[in-house]
C-alpha cells in the first residue's frame, strides 16, 4: 500500500479521534444503555474506558515494536497470512456493517429530524459523497479538518448541556446503581466495542509523526472521550429520566429541541452545522480506515480510491431495513456483543504472540521516535 504523503502531528490525530468516537453521544448510543442500566446509564462509559485500558495498552505495545508496519501488517507478521488475512477480513467485515448501519442511523436523524421532506435516499447520497470526497482527500486533509473545528465544536456542546441544564432535575439520577452492581459491569463489558475505533486506529500508526505521538495522543483522546460521554449521558439523565431516554432514539436532538433562549425559537439549527460536520469526519475516517484494511487484504496500492466504492456499497445496503430506527438498533446492539470480545482479546493475543516472538524486546530499537 502506498502510504500518504506527509504524516499527522499529536493535534490533529487526537482532535480526529475524539471526534470520530465522541459523536457518539448524539446518536442512539445512550438510548442504548439506557435500555439495559437505567438510572446507571452513565457510569457505562466510565467502565468501558477502564475495560478499554488493557486491549489499547497492548496494541500500542505491539504496534509500536514495528517500525512502518499497521494494524494489518502486525496481524499478517504475528498470525501467519493465511490465519492473519481470515482475522483482517474478520475486522474488515465488522468494521463495514459498522458503517453501514451506523451511517443508516445518522442518515435516519437528519431525515427525521430536519429534512422531513426530503428522500432519504437523496440525504443518504449526499451524505456518503462527502464522507468519500474528504477519505480520497487524504488523512492529512480528515486531521486537518477536525483540529479547525474541534473548538467550535465542543463549545457548541458544551453550550448545549450547560442550556439544557434548565429542565434538569437530579433526582432523576437515583438509584444511582438502576438495575444493581453486576448489571451494569456486565452490560459495559459486553459493549466495549463502542470504543473499537481505538483499535482500528492502529491501522494508521505509521501515519503519525512519532511513536510518542501515537501513544500520548490515543490516551489523550480516551480520557477526554471517556469525559465528554459521561458528562453527555448525566444531562441527558437529568434531562429525561431513564424512562424518557428509553423511548427517545436521539437523545442529543431532542435535548437542543427544548433548549429556549427567550423568544429565539428553532434553536436546534444552531447547532445543527457543528453536528453535521463531526459527522462528516467520523465517517470520512471510518471510509479511510475500511479502505486501508480492504487495501492491505487486497494487496490495493492506492486504497484511498477504494474510498467511494465503499460508500456506495454503503448506502445500497444502509436502504435496506424498512423499518430503520427499530431494525438499527437491534442490529447495533448485536454487532456491539459480537465486536466486544475481538476488541478485547486480540490485542492480548497480539501481545502474547509478540512476546513469545521475542520481538518486543527490540523495541526501543525499532520504534521511530
Known amino acids: 500500500m502506498e502510504q500518504s504523503k506527509g504524516k499527522m502531528g499529536i493535534r490533529e490525530y487526537v482532535a480526529t479521534v475524539i471526534l470520530v468516537v465522541g459523536v457518539k453521544l448524539s446518536d442512539d448510543t445512550p438510548a442504548i444503555f439506557a435500555y439495559f442500566l437505567k438510572n446507571a446509564l452513565w457510569m457505562a462509559p466510565i467502565l468501558i474506558g477502564l475495560l478499554s485500558i488493557i486491549p489499547i495498552y497492548f496494541m500500542l505495545k505491539v504496534i509500536t515494536a514495528y517500525k512502518n508496519k499497521n494494524l494489518h501488517d502486525v496481524i499478517l507478521h504475528l498470525f501467519g497470512r493465511y490465519i492473519g488475512n ?23 436523524i437528519i431525515g427525521t429530524m430536519y429534512f422531513t421532506e426530503t428522500p432519504i435516499l437523496l440525504i443518504y447520497i449526499v451524505f456518503m ?19 479547525l473545528v474541534l473548538f467550535y465544536i465542543k ?38 466495542s463502542i470504543f473499537a475505533e481505538f483499535f482500528y486506529i492502529g491501522l494508521i500508526a505509521p501515519y503519525i509523526a512519532t511513536v510518542k505521538a501515537f501513544k500520548k495522543g490515543t490516551w489523550i483522546a480516551l480520557i477526554i472521550v471517556v469525559t465528554e460521554i459521561t458528562i453527555s449521558f448525566l444531562v441527558y439523565l437529568f434531562v429525561f429520566d431513564f424512562e424518557g431516554l428509553r ?22 439549527t444552531f447547532f ?31 486504497f ?21 430506527t427499530f431494525t438499527l438498533f437491534k442490529m447495533r446492539e448485536i454487532l456491539q456483543n459480537l465486536m466486544s470480545p475481538i476488541f478485547v482479546f486480540v ?21 521511530n521516535k
Open 247 to 268: 423511548y427517545l432514539d436521539y437523545p442529543y436532538q431532542e435535548l437542543i429541541r427544548l433548549i429556549r433562549l427567550g423568544f429565539i425559537t428553532n434553536i436546534e
Open 347 to 367: 490485542p492480548c493475543l497480539m501481545w502474547i504472540l509478540a512476546k513469545l516472538r521475542g520481538d518486543l524486546k527490540y523495541e526501543k530499537t525499532s520504534q
Open 155 to 192: 463549545i457548541s456542546l458544551l453550550i448545549a448541556l450547560i442550556l439544557a441544564l434548565q429542565e434538569s432535575r437530579a433526582a432523576h439520577t437515583f438509584p444511582i446503581l438502576g438495575p444493581g452492581p453486576w448489571e451494569v459491569v456486565k452490560r459495559s463489558s459486553t459493549h466495549v
Open 304 to 324: 484511498e480510491y477504494l474510498a467511494p466504492i465503499i460508500a456506495t456499497i454503503t448506502v445500497i445496503f444502509g436502504m435496506a431495513p424498512e423499518a430503520p
Open 86 to 108: 481470515i482475522l483482517s477480513c474478520i475486522l474488515l467485515l465488522g468494521g463495514l456493517i459498522a458503517l453501514i448501519l451506523d451511517s443508516a442511523v445518522y442518515v435516519d
Open 272 to 302: 445543527f452545522p457543528f453536528w453535521i460536520i463531526a459527522s462528516f469526519i467520523r465517517f470520512s475516517m471510518y471510509l479511510y480506515l475500511i479502505s486501508i484494511l480492504f487495501g492491505g487484504i487486497f494487496n490495493i496500492k492506492n
Open 129 to 147: 459523497a462527502v464522507c468519500a470526497y474528504s477519505a480520497k482527500k487524504g488523512l492529512e486533509h480528515i486531521g486537518s479538518v477536525s483540529w
